[in-house]
């Protein structure tokens, strides 16, 4: 399977259809990791990747912002660490949003985002983002509850406006150079149960495990219908959302590498053009190093 089929299977283009139960976490489209079909399609899309973020920073015209969104265990860490192994570490920004500040509760929900986006030339990667203002918050009232909003701003379509609001501001990105590729890592419950399982026996992995984590599992319907709703809400050509099968933590960077590689790569990303007096300049400087003495 090419990288661009596989960049392909897991985009929503049909939002309006879209069901979460029809994503299989476990799916690997044939591949096991096993052969080396598998380990040569990450290789290739991750040496691919770093041609493309070399050329992104060159042109210096588009941004690419990657959205991660998953519950917890799902990979996110992992896949940034493995996936973005070959770029160089000078153009990429990794973001973690955590539980607002203060300065951020009195600023709308978007401020903190807009304040971390990447540079023109530069890769963004958002760990959670803003769509945990209609994720968590939605299913946590108290954190609504926080943000001390206006009556008009909190009745009963705040999720309706939440998502014009999250769809006009991916839009305006879109039209002013940024890339924004979003991605779903679905994991299912029985392996997070077995990822938190191997947290809590290894020694080395006990730090990442947290109590309230095996709470929000309880919760684990409300989040799957948050999320459907979410993806059906804000997956357009400008943004797309591409839900990628999570189970198998190998072919998750497998799938999310293709989609990367497939999108920069329409992007059209040239090498800056060196003419004119530039180029009389570049072959002068050439001449004097030619002619200094070894």
């Not at 069901?19 to 052969?35: E, N």
């Not at 990822?195 to 020694?203: G, K, N, Q, S, V």
């Not at 999310?256 to 400087?285: C, N, S, T």
Request: hydrophobic share 40%; aromatic share 8%; proline share 4%.
């Amino acid at each position: 399977m090419k990288l661009e089929k596989l960049a392909k299977r897991f985009r929503i283009d049909k939002p309006a259809k879209f069901r979460l139960a029809d994503h299989d976490p476990a799916d690997c489209c044939g591949l096991s990791i096993d052969k080396d079909d598998a380990k040569q399609m990450l290789e290739e899309g991750i040496a691919r990747l770093a041609e493309l973020q070399e050329r992104l920073y060159a042109n210096n015209q588009y941004s690419v912002l990657i959205v991660l969104q998953a519950m917890d265990a799902a990979g996110k860490d992992s896949l940034i660490k493995h996936v973005m192994s070959g770029v160089n570490p000078q153009g990429v920004q990794v973001h973690s949003f955590k539980q607002p500040s203060a300065e951020e509760l009195d600023h709308d929900f978007l401020w903190r985002i807009a304040k971390a986006l990447p540079e023109r030339g530069r890769i963004g990667i958002f760990n959670r983002s803003h769509y945990e203002e209609v994720l968590t918050v939605r299913i946590h009232p108290g954190y609504l509850e926080a943000q001390r909003l206006p009556d008009a701003a909190n009745g009963k379509k705040i999720w309706q406006k939440r998502f014009d609001d999250i769809r006009a501001f991916e839009r305006h990105l879109a039209r002013n150079g940024t890339l924004v590729l979003k991605f779903f890592l679905n994991v299912s419950l029985d392996e997070q149960r077995k990822r938190f399982l191997d947290r809590i026996d290894e020694p080395g992995k006990r730090w990442k495990f947290s109590m309230g984590d095996v709470a929000e599992r309880k919760l684990w319907p409300q989040y799957m219908a948050a999320y459907e709703d979410l993806i059906r809400e804000t997956s357009r050509d400008e943004a797309p959302w591409y839900v990628v099968p999570a189970d198998n933590k190998w072919f998750t960077r497998v799938a999310v590498a293709a989609a990367l590689v497939h999108a920069m790569g329409k992007l059209k990303l040239d090498y800056p053009k060196v003419e004119g007096e530039a180029l009389k300049g570049l072959e002068a400087a050439r001449k004097a190093l030619l002619e200094e003495k070894s």
